[in-house]
């Protein structure tokens, strides 16, 4: 089974700021890899996923995390951040040859504040 | 589009109360529903996934169920609410059984058993 370790539960950076979150992997077997952003009382939403092709993946709201299959990461950063920004979010991880969403495991997830 | 609603939003409940959240999808036909359940400082655990009416499997044995009535509609239900049972209930769907496909998630409903 995989399993996923977010390695900071909080993150403070200032506005402006560049920002990392650290997501590492484990899994025997080749899988897919995704981050969700959840804002305050909200369900979570797709930052963005990787699937194959090229290791770096960009997503929304000027995000991109590259995928490092030696060192089974896929650490998420935004070279300057807003205040909007602030959220918890989530990495998750999927085996390709699973049979469905049920199979993906969740981070416990970091919570970003982006702060004056 | 679709869409996903959940209602009630947030519920405050006593101990031994029932409950019953619901989650409908718009705008698809056939999804494969979820119901997770979030923690404080936790992430994200499956409790019941559906392929389908009236099929219905549970990830983990809990105090809850888990009914599908309609192609669109999933329902989590409890007869006696414990306190462990409080959280950020979150429903969610996928088109097929693809891994590759991303979960849309509703905007949750937040339970306080009292």
């Known amino acids: 089974a995989q399993s996923v370790t977010q390695l900071d539960s909080q993150v403070p950076v200032f506005e402006e700021a560049p920002v990392e979150l650290r997501c590492n992997y484990s899994?025997?077997?080749?899988?897919?890899l995704f981050w969700y952003v959840q804002y305050p009382n909200q369900g979570l939403q797709l930052l963005l996923k990787?699937?194959?092709?090229?290791?770096l993946v960009k997503g929304i709201n000027g995000f991109e995390a590259e995928f490092n299959k030696s060192q089974t990461s896929f650490h998420l950063r935004k070279p300057s951040v807003h205040i909007s920004d602030t959220a918890e979010y989530f990495c998750?991880?999927?085996?390709?040859?699973?049979?469905?969403?049920?199979?993906?495991?969740f981070g416990s997830g970091t919570q970003l504040t982006v702060l004056p | 589009s679709q869409t996903i609603h959940q209602w009630p939003a947030t519920l405050v409940q006593p101990v031994g109360s029932p409950l019953s959240l619901e989650c409908t999808v718009e705008?698809?036909?056939?999804?494969?529903l979820y119901w997770y359940r979030q923690a404080a400082g936790r992430g994200l655990q499956l409790l019941f996934y559906?392929?389908?009416?009236?099929?219905i499997s549970s990830e983990v044995p809990q105090n809850l169920s888990a009914s599908r009535p309609q192609d669109r509609q999933f329902i989590l239900s409890s007869k006696k609410l414990l306190l462990s049972d409080s959280g950020f209930y979150l429903c969610?769907?996928?088109?097929?059984?693809?891994?590759?496909?991303?979960?849309?998630f509703g905007a949750g409903s937040r339970l306080t058993v009292l």
């Open positions: 969610a769907w996928t088109r097929d059984v693809s891994g590759a496909n991303v979960l849309t």
């Open positions: 899994s025997s077997v080749s899988v897919y």
């Open positions: 990787y699937l194959s092709g090229s290791t």
């Open positions: 998750a991880v999927t085996v390709i040859s699973s049979g469905s969403a049920r199979q993906l495991t």
């Open positions: 705008g698809t036909s056939n999804p494969n």
């Open positions: 559906s392929i389908g009416i009236d099929q």
